[in-house]
């Protein structure tokens, strides 16, 4: 963050999943979906379901009158610290009036939905609130995070919010009940941020610079409504679009074809209540709904304890960190074979199709494109009939195939236990993609998981500089699928980290150095050395995040190959790397592009805002100042017609405990 930066809010609605080309991103579709009522047969019963017309019925009463809209003067709900006012904090804090209560305990009070910038390396931090007078507040606890963490904990919302102004801690009333009940045996479950977008206000900052600030999404496509009669918001169907690949190969533009006649449309449903504001919700089923519900209470009550222990610890009461709680994967629609009584020609595990090389899903595609006549059913024991494609040419098969193979043999054996690469005819042999109807009757896909990805988050590597010597302890905040972690990630990474950025592994028994092999893996030439004397320059990592969408990037520069050298520099000076740091990034990123040997490429950056949405992390201490820097990057075969609008990047000003991090785009 930076004095007066520009904030930009990821778009969480979207199923940004890594494809060829890109795209620009929506909500929404621009064709009708039909509302539709499904039957599902009985279980083993090989019958394609059928669907017929549903009319939605007339929602109840609505809780609340007036719209979402912004609040113009600063509420001083926040607290506020010299180093916040250093990077720009009260710059970027959004309030915005969320509809007044018609009925029950809180008739009258004006709900307020409350946004400030990340605290650290976590995404933006959002409170709804309570008001008849703006002058005293009822903050929303429904699970009492401000009685079971201490008053300094990221968990306790009295860490942001200054408790004085604050009347009581209540559960308020909502329209956006966590589970909402469809076409069984499928329950929608709520994703926990309101959903954001990004407008130009036109307003300027201290810099003279245009503020973007968090917006909450308010208008969508009525053609994506989906009907329902089990709940009061109106429901409507994600999507995406894929782009038109200007400066792709022919092979890149078929896949790029491929996914954008039969993937624009996703199983993520946004809840929209009646005055805008709006929760997405993930498709699942009760079964898997229904037991992440009921471990919700003992999982809090773990990471309670885990804050506890970790506090014994920083004061030295405590000679071990303490082991992170194991906290269940959010619900989706994946499954395993031997769970749905699949036969021996399938892969083992089923989760989203086509996911992304970097960012993960919770939802998958739905395929409208393909029909009941396409399909033949699967003999299971599924609570959901399984189809595949009678034709085994259909595109989608090779789009799968591409998706975990197109880098080659080299590049898949060592991430998949050195198995050697299946050809195309062998992967189909497998069965990769299945299909279901969804609540909604809409044929959905499900794609294998147990060939590895290529490519993922490429190297992110995380710097600490403590003002002093300090035991720092960072962990993932969301799941994420490591393919390298040097040194080895337990329970997080606990360093002992100097001023000058060495750091000492206080783990070091689960690192194998003999298996760290940094003559044959780029990037890690220096690990060997640094692993025997625990003494590395920095953490570093690099996978795939299981649950979040890797983010649309907004902007960026058309590059020769020739000018990429320079080009990094300049980018890399501009976001406040040092030397150090962007001589590390440039010698490992540029020889990476290179490789493609492509007369362009697009670059652009995520950035601190972004990457703390994408890829949340949990550091003890937390850092004073955070710099977090991802190249997003693709190889282009002519230079576009239109070129992008460049960004406008970010620089922090480094003050006090500072973490860096860079990573990129593994294509």
């Known amino acids: 963050m930076k004095k007066g930066f520009s904030i930009l809010i990821l778009l969480l609605s979207v199923i940004a999943l890594i494809g060829v080309g890109g795209g620009a991103y929506y909500l929404g579709t621009k064709n009708t979906l039909p509302e539709i009522q499904i039957s599902f047969p009985k279980k083993n019963a090989p019958v394609i379901p059928t669907s017929s017309a549903q009319k939605a019925s007339k929602p109840a009463e609505a809780l609340f009158s007036g719209t979402v809209k912004k609040i113009n003067k600063d509420l001083g709900l926040f607290k506020i610290t010299d180093v916040d006012k250093e990077n720009g904090v009260p710059d970027s804090i959004a309030y915005y009036e969320a509809g007044t209560y018609l009925r029950g305990e809180y008739k009258d009070y004006t709900r307020i939905l409350a946004i400030r910038p990340a605290e650290g390396p976590g995404p933006s931090l959002q409170f709804i609130l309570a008001t008849k007078d703006y002058s005293s507040y009822l903050l929303d606890d429904p699970n009492d995070k401000t009685g079971n963490y201490p008053s300094d904990d990221w968990d306790n919302p009295y860490m942001f919010i200054d408790k004085s102004k604050i009347a009581n801690t209540v559960t308020l009333d909502t329209e956006h009940t966590k589970t909402i009940a469809v076409e069984k045996p499928f329950t929608l479950i709520r994703q926990d941020s309101v959903l954001l977008e990004y407008k130009k206000t036109g307003q300027k900052n201290k810099s003279g610079y245009d503020i973007y600030i968090d917006a909450p999404m308010t208008e969508f496509d009525k053609s ?245 010597q300090t035991t720092v302890h960072l962990s993932f905040s969301s799941p994420v699928a490591l393919n390298t972690n040097i040194p080895t990630y337990r329970n997080g990474w606990l360093v002992s980290a100097s001023p000058d950025g060495v750091l000492t592994d206080l783990q070091p028994q689960y690192t194998d150095c003999s298996k760290i092999d940094g003559l044959h893996a780029a990037g890690s030439e220096y690990a060997p050395k640094a692993c025997k004397s625990n003494s590395y320059p920095y953490i570093y990592w690099s996978g795939k995040s299981v649950e979040n969408f890797y983010p649309p990037v907004t902007g960026g520069w058309v590059v020769e190959r020739k000018n990429l050298l320079t080009f990094m520099r300049e980018k890399l000076n501009e976001m406040g790397l040092n030397n150090t740091e962007s001589g590390d990034m440039i010698s490992y990123w540029v020889p990476k592009m290179s490789e493609k040997n492509a007369p362009y490429y697009q670059i652009g950056f995520l950035q601190t805002k972004e990457m703390n949405d994408f890829i949340p992390m949990q550091v003890d201490p937390r850092p004073d100042s955070v710099l977090r820097i991802f190249l997003d990057w693709k190889a282009l075969s002519s230079k576009p017609t239109v070129v992008p609008v460049p960004q406008r990047l970010e620089k922090v000003s480094r003050n006090g405990f500072t973490l860096v991090e860079w990573g990129g785009l593994l294509e």
């Not at 999507?239 to 792709?248: A, Q, Y």
């Open 224 to 468: 994506s409504l989906l009907a329902s009669s089990k709940t009061q918001l109106s429901l409507y169907a994600g999507g995406t679009d894929w782009g038109k690949g200007e400066g792709l190969n022919a092979k890149e533009k078929a896949a790029l074809a491929t996914r954008n006649l039969y993937l624009s449309k996703t199983t993520l449903v946004h809840g929209v209540d009646s005055t805008g504001l709006t929760y997405s919700y993930v498709l699942s089923t009760e079964k898997e709904v229904g037991a992440f519900v009921q471990n919700a209470p003992s999982v809090e009550q773990e990471n309670i304890a885990y804050k506890k222990q970790a506090a014994l610890f920083n004061e030295k009461k405590l000679k071990e960190y303490p082991e992170y709680p194991k906290t269940a994967p959010f619900p989706g629609l994946r499954f395993i074979k031997s769970d749905v009584g699949l036969a021996t020609d399938y892969y083992n595990t089923y989760d989203a199709a086509f996911p992304g090389a970097c960012g993960g899903a919770q939802s998958t595609f739905v395929v409208d494109t393909i029909k009941d006549v396409d399909l033949e059913p699967v003999t299971s024991n599924s609570d959901y009939p399984l189809f595949t494609l009678k034709d085994t040419k259909n595109p989608l098969y090779e789009l799968a195939y591409q998706t975990k193979t197109e880098q080659g043999e080299e590049s898949f054996k060592p991430i998949n236990d050195n198995k050697s690469m299946p050809s195309l005819n062998e992967y189909i042999s497998k069965n990769p993609l299945l299909f279901f109807k969804d609540a909604w009757g809409r044929w959905v896909v499900v794609g294998e998981y147990d060939l590895k990805l290529m490519g993922g988050c490429g190297k992110p590597v995380v710097y600490l500089y403590p003002e002093k």
